[in-house]
């Protein structure tokens, strides 16, 4: 059977002069172009954002907790989410007074579920840490009949108020544990320092202790063979005498501040002085030095011309030092921004310092000149030194705070090897000139002459620290910015203490004619000389902190360990203290001792050395497991930030890939091509497939495709009304337009294919088959929800269907296009087209006759009939 493509286009412009012809036909027509869309847009619109929209959706809340509490924290989960609800618009959230309220409310409708929170749900809750704990229940009440959709945002609801429960326990217990363990940071870190001061003053000892030995066996190496003549100026019985002070009274102030305290770490500092007491017990015993003044006279005209020699000595190293700390100060301005702006001045302000203590020296200088004719005068100026003295003592008060901070563990990697070093080079001078000033006070008490070699030797080991500092500020500048930056609070700190530390020296040298003054200003430079070198050491044992919950058990337990052994070791050396008093007692009061008593001593103080040695290793080795400070830093943790991340410690952040506006939108492409396939079912329903009062021949096929161009051309029409539609009277945002409404006609091109072949090849039944495609198609095409959630039949039909591409194409041209998808769902329609195609041409002309008796039938019926 021919085609004659002549004829086609006649049958073809024949129709389209019946329908311009006839207004109602025309009207018709143009119905048919228009219905797809208000199919379309009036689902899509109702759609559109359901889920912004959700507050009208009634929740009701009965809140009957009674309460609970964990370790003595008290707690009502029920209030807690009462509070937040009021707050939460996400769903209509209505509260009532009692559970029968609630329910009756479900029952009838007014809400859609009822939330009940039980009495005892709190107290469920506290059960965390029982043996046994019991999980709280929440009674959800739902009315499934009302809606379909409501009770699943309900559901929603009930598990958001769940998770909000689970989150507001957590944040209310981690607050209040961290409450407690804020308090015992803040203890610890109060008592930093003088735990510091003792750990300092136990390492002097250590370090001093076995030379006590050494120094009896000189002592005995100059007696008679019996007893051994007490000399108290003697340099080996003051060496003496000072450590066996320091190891007595160190004793006691250990035994009294671990007393009670060895459960936690934080009672290490029991009841030891503030370090601002002890300057208030230095400022008192410098108002007592100037009753002293009188006996200076003779003592001075002794010592006179040793001391001036002394003196030029000295004033020659203030000038060496002067120099060199001047180069200090240009190195660290030559670094710039790297550099603090603090450190800076606190280099200049050594550098100024250096300057006054040059011009004391000179000013003492020309005053013991002319002591023998003016002494007087030089009384009445030792006064006024003293109240100088005083003042710079207020002055230090005033400066405690800033001095005694924290140092952080800020040294970049790079640099921290070489750093630490210095700092332990650094450490060892300061070691030394604690010793010096040690040396310098006792010798001061008899001979005035040593006054001025012992300042030189102090200078020059200041001069090394400066050398130090100047090198270490260097290495500081080849890091970042960034990093020096952080680093400056820890040179700040030690900037400071070097600052007192000169000031001391300066007043020390503004009152070398003060026997009594210059004995109490030293410890006080021993005090600061072992602040500094704590400060450096402090610098190599910061290491960043990791889980907080971890370290801080792993810390209070290593504490609470060292501190109980360190505790037991002190209390088992109460005897040996009691035999360390007498001793000191004897060689203190006496003026001679027999030497087979010095000789008993030493075999007993060599075991007195081992528990010192032993308790100094556990000191270290407790040390080396837990820095107090960090410790403290990690018990302060804010206790609301920690409590947001155990509620909740993972956050998630959305990357949408393809967005798209909305729920509506996101629904555009099922619901415009679903309205194509409607646009064809129509056209079949109202149109005829048959050419009627032709008047002349033609054949069955020709029939088929002059018909097929006219359901043809109003797809076409339906196809574009529809996607510019969705864009322009809907607004919807398409990334692809144009795309979009080529594929959109495209469709409708191939589901009127399709549909009008099978009602062109079987009349009615082909109309009942495309329904049926269109019910296969609403549910396998995965166009609302994803086809894996699906029945297993629609699962394995999905590939089959038109739907599955047409959508999926629209899908690329509304959010963005994927070109692999995209081509194969637009070959995979082209093959439906092609298919349903051929199948007209093919069976055309063989089911005519077969659908032509059928139909006759149907209309004999007059029931059934088109």
């Known amino acids: ?38 199919y379309a847009w009036v689902n899509i619109y109702a759609s ?44 209509g959230w209505t509260f009532y007074k009692d559970a029968d309220e609630g329910i009756k409310k479900v029952e009838e409708g007014e809400v859609y579920a009822t939330i009940i929170i039980p009495s005892e749900f709190s107290l469920e809750m506290s059960t965390l840490l029982d043996k046994n704990p019991v999980k709280p229940t929440l009674e959800y009440y739902v009315n499934q009949k009302i809606n379909a959709i409501a009770p699943k945002m309900t559901d929603s609801g009930a598990s958001t108020l769940q998770k909000e429960i689970s989150k507001s326990f957590i944040e209310t217990v981690t607050k209040k544990v961290f409450e407690i363990l804020n308090k015992a940071g803040v203890k610890i870190d109060e008592n930093y ?20 030995n050494k120094a009896l066996d000189d002592l005995i190496k100059k007696s008679d063979g019996t007893f051994v003549n007490i000399n108290k100026t003697s340099d080996n019985i003051t060496f003496i005498q000072d450590t066996l002070k320091k190891t007595i009274q160190l004793n006691e102030d250990l035994s009294k501040s671990l007393t009670d305290k060895s459960d936690e770490v934080e009672d290490i500092s029991g009841d030891i002085d503030n370090i601002k007491e002890n300057l208030a017990i230095m400022e008192n015993t410098f108002s007592k030095i100037s009753t002293t003044t009188d006996d200076l006279n003779n003592k001075i005209s002794i010592y006179k011309p040793d001391m001036l020699s002394d003196i030029d000595d000295a004033i020659d190293e203030a000038n060496r030092l002067s120099n060199e700390m001047k180069e200090v100060s240009q190195d660290l301005a030559d670094l710039g921004e790297d550099v603090p702006k603090d450190l800076k001045e606190e280099s200049d302000k050594i550098v100024a310092d250096i300057e006054v203590y040059r011009n004391l020296l000179n000013t003492l200088d020309d005053s013991l000149s002319s002591i023998s004719d003016n002494t007087i005068d030089l009384l009445d100026s030792l006064v006024d030194l003293n109240e100088s003295i005083s003042d710079k003592f207020e002055d230090i008060n005033k400066k405690i705070d800033k001095t005694l901070k924290p140092i952080d563990n800020l040294l970049k990697r790079e640099t921290f090897s070489t750093i630490r070093n210095k700092l332990e080079d650094a450490e ?96 006080e430079i021993s005090k600061l000389t072992l602040n500094i070198s704590n400060d450096l050491s402090k610098l190599q044992d910061n290491i960043n902190s990791s889980d907080i919950v971890s370290q801080v058990q792993e810390a209070l337990q290593k504490g609470s360990e060292g501190v109980l052994d360190l505790n037991t070791m002190i209390k088992n050396m109460k005897d040996d203290m009691n035999f360390l008093k007498d001793f000191l007692s004897d060689i203190s009061s006496k003026g001679k001792i027999a030497v087979k008593d010095i000789k008993n001593f030493q075999k007993r103080n060599k075991d007195i050395e081992k528990k010192i040695n032993d308790i100094t290793s556990k000191v270290k080795a407790f040390d080396n497991k837990i820095s107090l400070k960090d410790l403290a830093n990690l018990l302060k943790t804010d206790g609301d930030t920690e409590g947001d991340f155990l509620a909740l410690p993972v956050n998630l952040k959305t990357h949408n890939l393809f967005p798209v506006e909305n729920y509506g939108a996101g629904l555009t492409p099922f619901y415009t091509t679903l309205s194509l396939w409607v646009g064809a079912l129509l056209l079949c329903a109202l149109l005829s497939v048959k050419f009627h009062n032709g008047s002349f021949e033609f054949n ?167």
């Open 1 to 38: 059977m021919k085609v004659n493509v002549k004829t086609i286009a006649k049958m073809y412009k024949k129709d389209l002069n019946k329908i311009i012809t006839s207004w109602a036909t025309l009207i018709i027509i143009i119905g048919l172009a228009v219905l797809p869309s208000l």
């Open 48 to 91: 559109w954002d359901p889920y912004s929209n959700t507050s009208g959706i009634k929740v009701g809340i009965v809140n009957n907790d009674a309460g609970g509490s964990i370790r003595g924290i008290e707690f009502n989960i029920g209030n807690e989410v009462v509070k937040l609800l009021k707050e939460n618009k996400k769903l």
């Open 193 to 212: 320092d003088k735990i510091e001061k003792y750990k300092g003053t136990l390492y002097t000892i250590n370090d001093n202790y076995p030379k006590i």
């Open 428 to 523: 060892d001078d300061f070691n030394y000139i604690s010793r010096k000033t040690k040396r310098i006070r006792n010798t001061l008490k008899y001979t005035s002459s040593e006054v001025g070699k012992s300042i030189d030797s102090i200078n020059a080991q200041i001069d090394d620290l400066k050398d130090l500092v100047q090198r270490s500020s260097k290495e500081i500048g080849d890091t970042t910015s960034e990093k020096a930056s952080k680093l400056s609070s820890d040179f700040e700190r030690i900037s400071g203490n070097l600052d007192k530390l000169q000031g001391r020296l300066n007043t020390l040298k503004n009152n070398l004619n003060n026997n009594k003054n210059i004995e109490e200003l030293l410890p």
């Open 700 to 866: 069955p096929r020709e029939e088929y495709f002059a018909k097929y161009l006219l359901f043809v051309s109003i797809a076409i029409l339906q196809g574009f009304i529809v996607s510019v539609g969705d864009i322009l009277v809907l607004g919807i945002k398409v990334q692809f337009p144009v795309l979009f409404v080529a594929l959109a006609v495209y469709q409708s091109i191939i589901f009127n294919t399709i549909v009008y072949t099978l009602v062109s090849l079987f009349d009615n039944v082909g109309k009942a088959i495309g329904i049926i495609f269109l019910v296969l198609q609403l549910a396998g095409s995965g166009g609302t929800f994803p086809i894996q959630v699906t029945p297993n039949f629609f699962q394995k039909i999905h590939y089959a269907l038109p739907f599955t591409y047409g959508i999926s194409a629209m899908r690329e041209a509304l959010a963005g296009v994927t070109y692999s998808t995209l081509s194969k769902d637009v070959i995979t329609l082209s093959l439906f087209f092609l298919i349903f195609l051929a199948l007209g041409y093919i069976l055309k002309p063989r089911t005519t006759k077969l659908c032509s008796k059928l139909t006759h039938k149907l209309n004999d019926s007059g029931v059934i009939g088109h």
